[in-house]
Nanobody, 114 residues
């Protein structure tokens, strides 16, 4: 049974940092590309960052140089380190496979505000 559990969100001031975690079920985790997505109020869900099974990463231009995606295959976990947060990073953050499957976890809310 597929399960994605995101955590680590919260309220942070502009310029601050957060580290998101996502535990994914499935024995194939180490073979699959994973990604973080986000959905801001009134906007469509967008891809933020992705990581292949070999550890190659890609980032949306809006977060390049500020966010870092990583994974721990032994823990079936993917992380998103977010530094230099901006108000426009406010969104619900989700992890999923890349490309995503038709299942989404509950996400974790990130609010960047002074």
């Amino acid at each position: 049974q597929v399960q994605l559990v995101e955590s680590g969100g919260g309220l942070v001031q502009p310029g601050g940092s957060l580290r998101l975690s996502c535990v994914a079920s499935g024995s194939r985790f180490s073979f699959d590309a994973m990604a973080w997505y986000r959905q801001a109020p009134g906007k469509q869900r967008e891809l933020v960052a992705s990581i292949t099974s070999a550890g190659s990463t890609n980032y949306a231009d809006s977060v390049k140089g500020r966010f870092t995606i990583s994974r721990d295959n032994a823990k079936n976990t993917v992380y998103l380190q977010m530094n230099g947060l901006k108000p426009e990073d406010t969104a619900v953050y989700y992890c999923n496979w890349r490309p995503p499957i038709n299942y989404w976890g509950q996400g974790t809310q990130v609010v960047v505000s002074s």
